[in-house]
């Protein structure tokens, strides 16, 4: 938008999108003036929000820098390494052990696949989520993209609760393979598409397109209605217990099982696997603007179950190669 508003400063010209904005913004309680005076005003509350968001960043990025300091003391500390000491096969090392690396590789590169298909899945909260928070839930007092900061939120919050269940559970000598964890990441990444396919059918919701071209006497007419915040709240619970599962665990997981000599690419590789879910998250705007929503989250929730599934049938092996 701010474009927009650059844009009409230069040569006057006015499209809808500009035209549409203007009006919510009235509906807001904007008290509109002209164009003019709408451009002005709107680019100076989005050139003072930058600057708060990056005065947030620093004090941020000061204030863990002082915990850590003030706190490093009590990190472990790794015993210097040894400059004799050679982190790569030797020759002999590299013959005898040729099969073994290509069950490791090959054990990576099936849960990066699987990783990819978690983070199309996981960070359509910056997508489909964000316009379904938009279009489908009453945001009124709080903006539908802040409602992103729900998973930074549990992150912080369950964390420590999701380590310790692992820990008892490791004390019971009922410890969970970390395979197994990706898949479990994964079925509870699905139960969060699945709960919101099962709202959105219990709502009859149309496409994103056709709600939002609806008025106010078509959606009465229709029995249409936005649904409650709490809506979010459960969604963003679900996908950030799946992500705990999986984003640390997977990493150490690629840690584990590469070759010596080639964990900093396998590393790089589990960025990479991650960058290529982000590369394909546009499908789901897409299938949300076309197809009512219910099948939007159908098609997430299959890829989640399919990806579980997979997980399961590999999970013998990929315990066994990491072993």
Known sequence: MASLAHQHLADGQLTQKFLETIQVSMQAGYDFVDELTFCQDYITVF????????????????????????????????????????????????????????????????????????????????????????????TDSIAPEIWQALNPFFVIVLTPIVMWIFAA??????????????????????????????????????SGEVFRAMNADELS???????????????????????????????????????????????GLWLGATAIGNLFIWVGPVMYNA???????????GICLVSMGVMLGMVKWLEKVAC
């Open 291 to 301: 197809w009512p929503i219910q099948y939007c989250w159908a098609v997430f929730f």
């Open 169 to 206: 559970l490791a004390r019971k000598g009922k410890a969970i393979s970390t395979p197994r964890k990706i898949a479990i990441g994964m079925a509870i990444a699905g139960c969060a598409y699945l709960f919101l396919m099962v709202v959105s059918m219990f709502n009859n919701y149309p």
């Open 221 to 267: 007419a229709a029995g249409l209605a936005k649904e409650g915040p709490w809506v979010l709240i459960v969604t963003y619970l679900f996908l950030t217990i799946a992500e705990l599962f999986i984003s640390p665990l997977g990493l150490s997981f690629v840690s584990k099982v590469a070759p010596r000599n080639l964990v900093g690419l396998c590393q």
């Open 47 to 138: 050139n003072t929000g930058i600057h708060y968001s990056f005065f947030a960043s620093v004090a941020a990025m000061i204030l863990s820098l002082v915990i850590f300091l003030s706190t490093k003391h009590m990190f472990p500390q790794p015993a210097k390494k040894s400059t004799a000491a050679v982190q790569e096969y030797t020759k002999e090392e590299r013959e005898a052990l040729a099969t073994e690396i290509k069950q490791r590789m090959a054990a990576l590169f099936a849960v990066l696949g699987i990783a990819i298909f978690f983070w199309l899945s996981f960070h359509q909260n910056g997508q489909s989520l964000s316009v379904f928070a938009r279009d489908f839930i009453r």
